[in-house]
């Protein structure tokens, strides 16, 4: 099983990035997946999850309204597109899923 997250960088605050991660090595499509991230000095907290057929979705509530999770179950991808992106949102994203993890990918809201 593999998770690779992609997509992260710096960006300044109010403004946009697109997060991937790739699955392989289990049958995607009947996972959830979750976004979780982890800034400098906290603990690892859940942002997203999208249920296996990609209709249910959830956030967490300081994301809401930014954040939307999708995925694409024919190229075992799940994506987070976060918008009106603000400095506390810096952090490393992980993808989650089948209790695998990615190696996570850096997001840095700074001007």
């Known amino acids: 099983v593999q998770l690779v997250e992609s997509g992260g960088g710096l960006v300044q605050p109010g403004g946009s990035l697109r997060l991937s991660c790739a699955a392989s090595?289990?049958?995607?499509?009947?996972?959830?997946m979750r976004w979780y991230r982890q800034a400098p000095g906290k603990e690892r907290e859940w942002v997203a999850l999208?249920?296996?057929?990609?209709?249910?979705?959830n956030y967490a509530s300081s994301v809401k309204g930014r954040f939307t999770v999708s995925r694409d179950n024919e190229k075992n991808t799940v994506y987070l597109q976060m918008n009106s992106l603000k400095p506390g949102d810096t952090g490393v994203y992980y993808c989650?899923?089948?209790?695998?993890w990615g190696q996570g990918t850096q997001v840095t809201v700074s001007s």
């Open positions: 989650e899923g089948h209790d695998y």
């Open positions: 090595g289990f049958t995607f499509s009947n996972y959830d």
């Open positions: 999208i249920g296996s057929s990609g209709r249910y979705t």
